[in-house]
T-cell receptor, first 116, second 109 residues
Framework: DAGVTQSPTHLIKTRGQQVTLRCSPKSGHDTVSWYQQALGQGPQFIFQYYEEEERQRGNFPDRFSGHQFPNYSSELNVNALLLGDSALYLC???????????????FGNGTRLTVT | RKEVEQDPGPFNVPEGATVAFNCTYSNSASQSFFWYRQDCRKEPKLLMS???SGNEDGRFTAQLNRASQYISLLIRDSKLSDSATYLC??????????FGPGTRLSVLP
């Protein structure tokens, strides 16, 4: 049973560049959420995708955008990178049907992004 | 006030000790509660869901007090392998999962 997979594992970018991170959800899951985790802090919610649409969004600027594909996999795009975007980006999958709030999140290993 | 707050820690305890973590949440409409564990530079992993009646899983006991909007996690007979950051997570109907900042635990030999 494949868990949540993310790629790449690590990434180094320069300010102003754009980055795309990828995520495949756990088998049987249809909802993908993205989180940003700065060092020493808890994960901060970026957005959630269900049925190929953004269902919820956290307090992140429009530079952060995403997409979900028919196979439930997802991408997170960040444009015009800032130094402050350096963080661990976590993808989590869950069940999106009714009672999804009770379906725990299953996380991937994360992508560690460094912006120089 | 932050949505989810936790004991700042760190907690340094000897092996075999009992340790308790507290978490408070601000939204009274919150419906689902979880504790996650995160090892250094790893992803969070579900430790246990928290049910209204309280629940136990081996050495771990979770309690929920809706009136006080308070969640706790008790670890008995601490092991070295329990050293990690413990994240309190709250979910509101129709909203996202909100994570607390985490409480770091170090179990010392």
């Amino acid at each position: 049973d494949a868990g949540v997979t993310q790629s790449p594992t690590h990434l180094i970018k320069t300010r102003g560049q754009q980055v795309t991170l990828r995520c495949s959800p756990k088998s049987g899951h249809d909802t993908v959420s993205w989180y940003q985790q700065a060092l020493g802090q808890g994960p901060q919610f970026i957005f959630q995708y269900y049925e190929e649409e953004e269902r919820q969004r956290g307090n992140f600027p429009d530079r952060f955008s995403g997409h979900q594909f028919p196979n439930y996999s997802s991408e997170l795009n960040v444009n015009a990178l800032l130094l402050g975007d350096s963080a661990l980006y976590l993808c989590a999958s869950s069940l999106g049907a009714r009672d999804y709030e009770r379906s725990p999140l299953h996380f991937g290993n994360g992508t560690r992004l460094t912006v120089t | 006030r932050k949505e989810v707050e936790q004991d700042p820690g760190p907690f340094n305890v000897p092996e075999g000790a009992t340790v308790a973590f507290n978490c408070t949440y601000s939204n009274s409409a919150s419906q689902s509660f979880f504790w996650y564990r995160q090892d250094c530079r790893k992803e969070p992993k579900l430790l246990m869901s928290v049910y209204s009646s309280g629940n136990e899983d081996g050495r771990f006991t979770a309690q929920l007090n809706r009136a006080s909007q308070y969640i706790s996690l008790l670890i008995r007979d601490s092991k070295l392998s329990d050293s990690a950051t413990y994240l309190c997570v709250v979910n509101d109907y129709g909203q996202n999962f909100v994570f607390g900042p985490g409480t770091r635990l170090s179990v010392l030999p």
